[in-house]
């Protein structure tokens, strides 16, 4: 297992609480879950699907999805040499669940977050070390692809997963 990866573990099983939304974005609703076996058995999960009308879609980003956490976890990896234990960068990256006939991306819940960067050029201007190392390591994964990627929506220190390619060769583009 990857130092830089934050995943399920051994956790192979979720129980989903459809009354509980924790957010809703343009293509997907999140959930609440609590995972019920394994290394995080009893620990809380949210759980992301996508909204009725981009189900077709689901398959495709899933796919892209992962070939991106497992190149921002790489990159991650490379940073993580040059920091101090207790200030390295985790990547989450979860399973797919289906659950009830329908698919979600499963992930151990970050409940409270700070956001310092976003996939739209948003940079956190608090001044802290917190937020100028995330922009040194979207900086350090611009230049360590040699221009080609960017990893953004950088949250706490662990990185939510957004990449705008210029190749496109990982990134997805939803229609």
């Known amino acids: 297992m990857s130092s830089a990866a934050r995943t399920n573990l051994t956790s192979n099983r979720v129980a989903l609480n459809p009354n509980l939304v924790i957010g809703v974005g343009v293509f997907r609703t999140c959930y609440a879950g609590t995972y019920l076996c394994g290394n995080r058995n009893s620990q809380e999960a949210v759980c992301k699907c996508f909204k009725h009308q981009f189900s077709g879609i689901e398959s495709d980003y899933f796919r892209h999805d992962f070939q991106i ?16 234990s207790d ?61 080609n990627l960017i990893v953004c929506d950088l949250q706490v220190c662990l990185i939510s997963i957004v990449i705008p390619w210029r190749k496109r060769f990982f990134g997805f583009k939803i229609p």
């Open 69 to 84: 956490a497992d190149k921002a976890i790489q990159y991650a990896e490379e940073w993580n040499q040059f920091c101090d």
């Open 87 to 147: 200030e390295t960068i985790l990547i989450t990256k979860g399973d797919v669940h289906t659950i009830g006939g329908k698919k979600y991306l499963v992930e151990p819940l970050i409940r409270y977050f700070k956001k310092f960067t976003s996939n739209n050029g948003w940079i956190s201007d608090d001044g802290s070390w917190t937020s100028e190392a995330m922009e040194a390591f979207s900086h350090f994964t611009y230049h360590r692809s040699g221009g």
